[in-house]
């Protein structure tokens, strides 16, 4: 037996020391972390704490950050398992399903390790883990760790030894564990037949899937179905998904943001409901999301008729309302900060919204520079109803955003827009129709505000804005921005960018709760500079008017 320090909790957070089992792959991290361990051994003891009083108050605010294995029924559990609590001595605490896993534990399939809210996206690990993370949500590790380890430019013993020591587990074991939990759900939530449940969750065929799942869950897929109750039906191609979050969760606030945001014909909030139109390689449907706070989740009612893209539908959904957050560990940071403690005591919960997709994004942002959310919200529907894929009306919805090869070569100043502007957005969509701008896998925070800033007419603000909701990178900030400067009492972007040093590696949360404090005064252009040391057209900067612009 070996102990593995297992930082779980996030930068801010108390370390947790968890005792397991080192797998074979590494054992050169392993000795390292004993050595480490054996000179913090009352720390430990404290940690070991932290994880019990978790485990039984069964908080869930800690639900997805670890996972508990008892000895005996050889059962994994979330830490807010109904099951009756197992004894201290009998428990072993995992920073990651698949770390349990790998030790030979089962899922429980009473509190259904599958469901729990995940990895936070941010768990205080180097960044090379976050992004082979993300990498293996959005694809599955289909090319192998060697190819994964090449994309991040680490070899791959060294992705292993850095798996190992953070998550507990190597990146194969991570993305077996998350292939076998996605087809559990979709056997649990779907009435797919089990040929597609094994190709839509990655197995290839159904002979592997069997096996995975017969010696995963000591069951048969039929047998789990059988347990799984689904009561009522729904029409075909249509599937309906609980998404775990961590409470608290700013639902109001989500919606408060993508309301007047909506482009029309597209996407619309109705009712507490969001719902938009979607297209993923040639087919095109649409999902809705709503609120249920008493199973902490957002319910997601997917139409969608190729079930292959299910995976890919709900990670992006999950990235879309922020599902991953540890929201505790970032107030913990951010309370630190008189300024930002009231905000955050009086909004708990609040999420940086991402976006459906980048290329999206990014031309909303640039039709909202220099004028109103109302004058942005109407030129992105005429855009959609004009050159958007026509879909028969859906729940209201009636076309699907167009796509960059589309608006690179259409006629976009026939909806009424400035000239400049037609030609910053056709330059941008011809940017990522050629993948010289790309918001898929990994990307370089700094090279793709350098790329969207040389193109003429986006500003470093407009960049930093995109990159912030469409890279997912909590700490991406917009430090060029009018609105964060009159907050603080601050003059340049350079003052705010030393002031903002505090709230690392939570900036992007920071700047929601600074915008989403009422600002006087109109919009007004940027006096602020772009990084070529001009004033830029995308740098529309007062707050909250530029952002409710957007
Ligand atoms: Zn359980």
Excluded at 214 to 241: A, C, D, H, V, W
Aim: aromatic letters at 8%; a positive charge; charged letters at 25%.
């Amino acid at each position: 037996m070996v102990r593995v320090k297992l930082d779980i909790f996030g930068c801010c957070c108390p370390k947790v020391w968890l005792s397991q089992r080192g797998p074979k792959t590494s054992r050169f991290p392993l000795r390292s972390a004993l050595s480490s361990l054996q000179k913090k051994e009352k720390k430990m003891e404290l940690d070991w704490k932290v994880c019990s009083r978790a485990r039984l108050s069964r908080d869930p605010r800690f639900d997805g950050k670890f996972f508990i294995a008892v000895r005996g029924s050889g059962v994994y559990c979330r830490p807010i398992c109904p099951s009756p609590t197992a004894n201290e001595k009998n428990v072993r605490y995992f920073p990651t399903a698949a770390a349990a896993a790998e030790a030979g534990f089962r899922p429980c399939l009473r509190c259904r390790p599958e469901c729990s809210p995940g990895t936070p996206a941010w768990i205080g690990t180097p960044n090379t883990v976050s992004r082979a993370l993300r990498l293996i949500g959005e694809s599955g590790l289909d090319g192998g760790v060697e190819a994964l380890a090449q994309h991040l430019g680490v070899g791959s013993r060294h992705l292993r030894r850095l798996f190992i020591r953070h998550l507990g587990a190597s990146p194969n074991a991570v993305a077996q564990t998350r292939r076998l939990h996605f087809a559990k759900k979709l056997i649990d939530e779907t009435m797919l037949s089990m040929h597609e449940v094994a190709i839509a969750s990655g197995f290839g065929c159904v002979r592997r899937f069997n096996a995975a799942i017969r010696g995963m869950y000591k069951r048969t897929p039929t047998q789990i179905r059988r347990l799984s109750r689904q009561t009522g039906s729904l029409p075909e191609n249509q599937y309906l998904f609980r998404l775990r979050f961590r409470p608290p969760y700013d639902w109001a606030g989500m919606l408060d943001f993508l309301k007047p945001r909506a482009t029309p014909g597209a996407e619309e909030v109705v009712d507490n409901v969001y719902r938009r139109s979607i297209s993923f390689r040639g087919t095109s449907g649409y999902f809705e999301v709503s609120y249920e706070p008493s199973h902490n989740s957002l319910v997601a009612k997917v139409q969608f008729g190729e079930p292959r893209a299910l995976f890919f539908i709900i990670e992006r959904i999950r990235a879309m309302f922020d599902l991953n957050a540890d929201w505790s560990a970032i107030a913990q940071v951010l309370r630190t900060d008189p300024l930002l403690a009231e905000r955050v005591k009086a909004n708990p919960g609040l999420r940086v919204p991402g976006c459906w997709n980048g290329f999206e994004l990014g031309v909303r942002a640039i039709l909202g520079q220099q004028i109103t959310v109302k004058g942005a919200t109407g030129l992105a529907g005429k855009l959609a109803s004009r050159f958007g894929q026509q879909l028969s009306s859906a729940n209201g919805l009636t076309c699907v955003f167009p796509e960059p090869e589309v608006l690179a070569e259409a006629d976009i100043a026939s909806i009424g827009m400035p000239q400049a502007r037609v030609r910053t957005i056709q330059a941008f969509a011809r940017s990522v129709r050629n993948n010289e701008i790309s918001f898929e896998g990994i990307i370089d925070s700094e090279v793709f505000l350098d790329r969207l800033c040389s193109i003429a007419g986006i500003g470093k603000w407009t960049a930093q804005y995109v990159a912030m909701r469409a890279l997912r990178d909590p700490d991406a900030f917009p430090s060029g921005d009018l609105g964060l400067l009159r907050a603080l009492s601050l003059e340049s972007s350079r003052e705010l960018e030393l002031r903002a040093k505090v709230w690392q590696p939570w900036r992007a949360y920071a700047a929601m709760y600074l915008w989403s404090r009422p600002i006087e005064g109109r919009t007004r252009r940027s006096k602020l500079h772009s990084p070529q040391g001009k004033t830029a057209p995308g740098d529309l900067v007062s707050q909250p008017e530029a952002t409710a612009a957007m």
